[in-house]
């Protein structure tokens, strides 16, 4: 059954009670000449009869007079319609309720709630957080005023009162957002980094560790801090400290360790650390990172016999494509044209497949995302496991 049908049914007993008691209450020949019942009840069961249910809606919710015992049926209705995607609709609805003298302070607050929440839905921030914001100064509806605040400030990027609301939310609901005021500081760090204001960066790593010490983009961010300045041991530090804290994420720091361990010359030591990585978590980034530097050390040969005796136990469509590279380069003829359509079709493959994925809500994506773009929570964006991924 459809959302419009739904409603309908949902309207129809309301919309008749209330169509006789208007009746009742008329004092005009029309009313009374259709039994008590008002007539424009019958205009919307029209509509209905003739699948038109937005007509019908409309009749129906027009015979609703808000009063104590319709005010439910009205909150309820403006909530419909926002889940609809219909915000305009349950705008009007919640403002006319809001401007009833004869609500009571409860139904009032309630309706105020419902209305910011349809300026949140319509993109109408700033209105939505000045209906919040009174919600908390009367004291009602706190953590749900507080949970809506939380989300206008992020979306405006208002990281400081972000912060101030999850440390509210914290108080009064006694749920840690501890991991989540840390990504708030490390969205003030990335900004003073990209103003290269690195004493700016380096307070608010420290205070993002300090809400979360296994912040993996905390430890990201001071490594680059560090690389940037030339601490190149320090940022070794913060980048191999990434493995304890999830080992998920150790493919984002092997490009740029490979570089400060290639500065300090003391890539046979870089090469050691890929070897443990291996062995102890697996990865085709790894893999292919530690084939191409055995191809720089030790030949082509000495790597083709490395990245083939990996791939017996840990087959991936990265490390075959990688194979069949290799194999491309020393052939010839026809077999050389068979692996070259090979190679090619391996790259749309890979191409065309995400590289991580949100283990919240499935949202797939090629970029890292610290907030994912389809649930908005915070740091469950990961890498892709497995034949296809890592």
């Not at 349950?90 to 401007?99: E, G, P, S, V």
């Not at 050691?272 to 030790?298: D, F, K, Q």
């Not at 494509?321 to 493959?349: N, P, V």
């Not at 191409?351 to 090629?366: L, M, Q, T, W």
């Amino acid at each position: 059954m459809s959302n419009e049908w739904l409603l309908l049914w949902l309207l129809l007993p309301v919309a008749a009670l209330s169509g006789w008691w208007i009746g009742r209450r008329a004092i005009n020949s029309q009313s009374q000449s259709s039994g008590g019942i008002h007539p424009e009840y019958f205009k919307g069961l029209n509509f209905v009869l003739n699948e038109q249910p937005d007509k019908a809606i409309e009749v129906f919710i027009r015979m609703l007079e808000v009063d104590s015992e319709t005010v439910e049926t009205h909150l309820a209705l403006g909530n419909l319609f926002r889940r609809r995607g219909e915000v305009d609709r349950a705008i009007r609805i919640h403002q006319n309720l809001i401007a009833r003298p004869t609500l009571s302070r409860e139904q009032r607050t309630h309706a105020l709630l419902e209305l910011g929440m349809d300026y949140m839905r319509s993109g109408l921030l700033d209105r939505a957080e000045g209906l919040f914001l009174e919600l908390i100064e009367s004291g009602s509806h706190l953590n749900q005023a507080y949970t809506q605040l939380l989300e206008v400030y992020q979306q405006e990027k208002d990281w400081d009162n972000a912060i101030a609301m999850a440390r509210k939310l914290e108080s009064i609901s006694h749920e840690s957002y501890s991991p989540v005021i840390a990504q708030f500081h490390c969205e003030h760090a990335d900004a003073a980094m990209s103003e290269a204001n690195m004493r700016v960066v380096k307070d608010h790593i420290r205070r993002a560790m300090s809400f979360d010490s296994n912040c993996v983009r905390a430890s990201l961010i001071e490594g680059k801090m560090y690389q940037i300045t030339g601490k190149i041991k320090l940022a070794i530090k913060s980048y191999i400290r990434v493995e304890s804290q999830d080992s998920d994420y150790i493919t984002e720091v092997l490009v740029p360790l490979y570089e400060c361990y290639r500065k300090l010359d003391r890539v046979d030591e870089f090469v050691e650390y890929l070897r443990t990585l291996i062995n102890i978590y697996g990865g085709i980034s790894t893999l292919l990172m530690l084939t191409e530097l055995i191809a720089e050390r030790e030949g082509e040969n000495a790597a083709i016999r490395f990245i083939s005796d990996e791939l017996k136990n840990r087959p991936t469509v990265k490390g075959v494509d990688k194979l069949i590279e290799y194999a491309l380069e020393r052939s010839e003829g026809e077999t050389h044209e068979h692996l070259k359509t090979i190679k090619d079709l391996m790259g749309q493959l890979i191409e065309g497949r995400a590289i991580y994925k949100c283990n919240n809500c499935g949202f797939d994506a090629k970029l890292l995302h610290w907030q994912c773009p389809g649930c908005k929570c915070w740091d469950t964006v990961k890498p892709v496991f497995g034949v296809a991924g890592e």
